[in-house]
């Protein structure tokens, strides 16, 4: 596959897609934030928002990549990675617990900051799992926020609508999960063969999304019956 920037044009594409499908519900963070300043000052909030909370997303990606070289915290990262995967088909989306935001801009802006950093710690863990550099993860990142900001509601829509975008990102996280586990220095030992690499990431990967669903189906099921 060809190269962008020393970036394989593959990989820089599953960075944007499993970025944009972990950040929905930054954007709704950052809308509800900005929804008490003046109208003409709320695009301002949300711009220098975002970016201090783009500059926190590199912050914690420049940490999280070096440490993941270190034995034990690459399996360490797998395994929180399988939690994060099967968040991402489980769970509610319940924005209840929303920040609700300030009336002046840098009221905004701290908010916007704050819980960013927040929900996104995650998301940076599964980007580094799947890019493991810290380029092709900036560069991933600095193209997907503008299109999270401005095109939020149809990635949120697309989502709803087309459940196997979700199915798939969980998917990827998965199968990365998996290879973080096995290649780690120690755990790596005690499964030295590539087939066994290969099983261990299939394996996981049924596993993640075959819960997911049945959660997904019984979640039905109850909505059904309370309604």
Same mark, same amino acid.
């Given at each position: 596959?060809?190269?962008? +920037?020393?970036?394989?044009?593959?990989?820089?594409?599953?960075?944007?897609?499993?970025?944009? =499908?972990?950040?929905?519900?930054?954007?709704?963070? $950052?809308?509800?934030?900005? %929804?008490?300043?003046?109208?003409?000052?709320? !695009? %301002?909030? +949300?711009? *220098?928002?975002?970016?201090?909370?783009?500059?926190? %997303?590199?912050?914690?990606?420049? $940490?999280?990549?070096?440490?993941?070289?270190?034995?034990?915290?690459?399996?360490?990262?797998?395994?929180?990675?399988?939690?994060?995967? &099967?968040?991402?088909?489980?769970?509610?989306?319940?924005?209840?617990?929303?920040?609700?935001?300030?009336?002046?801009?840098?009221?905004?802006?701290?908010?916007?900051?704050?819980?960013?950093?927040?929900?996104?710690?995650?998301?940076?863990?599964?980007?580094?799992?799947?890019?493991?550099?810290?380029?092709? $993860?900036?560069?991933?990142?600095?193209?997907?926020?503008?299109? +999270?900001?401005?095109?939020?509601?149809?990635?949120?829509?697309?989502?709803?609508?087309?459940?196997? *975008?979700? &199915?798939?990102?969980?998917?990827?996280?998965?199968?990365?999960?998996?290879?973080? =586990?096995?290649?780690? @220095? *120690? =755990?790596?030992?005690?499964?030295?063969?590539?087939?066994?690499?290969?099983?261990?990431?299939?394996?996981?990967?049924?596993?993640?999304?075959? *819960?997911? &669903?049945? @959660?997904?189906?019984?979640? !039905?099921?109850?909505?059904?019956?309370?309604?």
């Amino acid at each position: 596959m060809e190269e962008l +920037i020393g970036v394989s044009v593959q990989g820089l594409l599953q960075i944007i897609f499993l970025d944009l =499908i972990l950040s929905g519900d930054n954007a709704i963070v $950052i809308a509800m934030a900005a %929804r008490n300043v003046p109208k003409d000052l709320q !695009k %301002r909030a +949300i711009l *220098i928002g975002t970016g201090g909370a783009i500059g926190l %997303r590199l912050l914690f990606a420049a $940490i999280i990549v070096p440490l993941l070289k270190i034995p034990l915290i690459g399996a360490v990262g797998g395994l929180m990675l399988v939690w994060i995967a &099967y968040k991402l088909l489980a769970d509610n989306h319940d924005h209840g617990d929303n920040p609700q935001g300030g009336a002046t801009v840098w009221s905004a802006v701290k908010t916007i900051i704050i819980a960013d950093a927040v929900m996104s710690l995650d998301n940076v863990l599964a980007l580094a799992g799947v890019a493991h550099e810290f380029v092709p $993860i900036m560069i991933g990142v600095l193209i997907s926020i503008p299109i +999270i900001i401005w095109g939020s509601s149809f990635i949120m829509k697309a989502m709803e609508k087309f459940l196997i *975008i979700i &199915y798939a990102g969980a998917a990827m996280l998965a199968w990365s999960a998996g290879k973080m =586990i096995v290649e780690d @220095k *120690i =755990i790596g030992g005690f499964v030295p063969s590539t087939a066994l690499h290969l099983a261990v990431q299939v394996i996981l990967t049924i596993a993640v999304v075959g *819960i997911g &669903y049945m @959660k997904n189906k019984k979640m !039905k099921k109850e909505q059904a019956h309370a309604a």
